[in-house]
């Protein structure tokens, strides 16, 4: 039996940045400490959100370490590693420590365009390598590759392989792993705003983006749908919706920072090929926050 911890609400933290991009580890502190407040379940480094894809090993290393410093509530860290070179992504998980690290996120590779084998053998390669569980990332918005149930089903029986972070968008792929999987591969939501109806087919939680800004509102919406309260689990949905649909406007991490600086957690700067919010954008953000009450 393959034990998992991924259950609940996981924020995909962003890494603030200072106005020289430098990352900026006061803002991070602070970020840690709003997020400590609320009753979330576990911490993501260097997913998308974290920008880590623009982030230096060295980078990469102080943060996962500062992370793991400030969790004052001793929560699960899952630690993104990914990229399109299957050797290359075996070599980082080598030389990364992961001491403290209670699974690794990766993404299906981009730009190569594998296919189904190719991402298979792909996986099969890291869970192989991986001294701790490999939680699978589907997200072919970003890769250009959607990866089938049927692959995710394949992968699923690796004995490393606990999960999959499902950011297709596409609930009836999702039915089918949720369908066709064993009780103790797990299914999360990759997509903040549709985690009640994956919940309602068999995800066992999100790793959210809005819970950088609004952890206890996604934590309170997690839970009652887990419990079965889809009229609470409703209602938080809808007070969240208005903000997801600016943020999906401005690209992630770019309006979950813009958000968090509105709130006055961090600041938005992000590096490029990413640019800050337009000021049109910014301002429905300031207006929507203001109008909302979320925690």
């Known amino acids: 039996m393959r034990m998992n911890k991924m259950t609940g609400t996981g924020v995909a933290l962003v890494t603030p940045l200072d106005k020289k991009?430098?990352?900026?580890?006061?803002g991070l502190k602070k970020l840690l400490q709003h997020i400590a407040h609320s009753k979330v379940h576990y911490l993501v480094v260097h997913g998308t959100t974290g920008e880590a894809a623009t982030t230096t090993p060295e980078e990469k290393s102080a943060?996962?370490?500062?992370v793991q410093m400030h969790n004052v509530n001793n929560l699960p860290v899952v630690y993104g590693i990914g990229g399109n070179n299957t050797q290359e992504v075996i070599d980082t998980i080598k030389n990364t420590h992961l001491d403290g690290v209670d699974a690794v996120l990766s993404a299906s590779p981009c730009y190569n365009k594998p296919s189904q084998e190719g991402l298979y053998q792909h996986?099969?390669?890291?869970?192989?390598?991986?001294?701790?569980?490999?939680?699978?990332?589907?997200?072919?918005?970003?890769?250009?590759?959607?990866m089938t149930s049927a692959t995710t089903?394949?992968?699923s029986k690796h004995p490393n392989i606990i999960g999959i972070k499902e950011a297709s968008g596409d609930l009836l792929q999702c039915m089918e792993i949720a369908q066709g999987k064993d009780n103790d591969f797990v299914i999360?939501?990759?997509?903040?705003?549709?985690?009640?109806?994956?919940?309602?087919?068999g995800a066992v939680g999100v790793i959210s983006t809005i819970?950088?800004?609004?952890?206890?509102?996604?934590?309170?919406?997690?839970?009652?749908?887990?419990?079965g309260n889809n009229?609470?689990?409703?209602?938080h949905t809808w007070a969240l919706l208005p903000i997801a649909k600016l943020i999906g406007l401005a690209g992630n991490p770019v309006g979950t920072k813009q958000l968090l600086a509105v709130l006055g957690i961090c600041?938005?700067?992000?590096?490029?090929?990413?640019?800050?919010?337009?000021?049109?954008?910014?301002?429905?953000?300031k207006t929507i926050t203001q109008q909302q009450n979320i925690e």
């Open 123 to 146: 996986y099969q390669a890291i869970a192989e390598a991986c001294p701790v569980p490999i939680l699978l990332y589907n997200i072919p918005a970003r890769t250009g590759t959607n």
């Open 231 to 235: 009229v609470a689990a409703r209602r």
């Open 63 to 66: 943060i996962l370490s500062f």
């Open 211 to 227: 819970a950088n800004a609004f952890p206890e509102t996604m934590n309170r919406m997690v839970d009652a749908a887990l419990a």
């Open 267 to 285: 600041q938005n700067y992000v590096r490029l090929p990413l640019v800050t919010a337009p000021s049109s954008l910014v301002q429905e953000i």
């Open 153 to 155: 089903l394949r992968l």
């Open 21 to 26: 991009l430098n990352v900026d580890f006061q």
């Open 188 to 201: 999360i939501s990759g997509e903040d705003i549709l985690t009640l109806p994956m919940i309602a087919i």
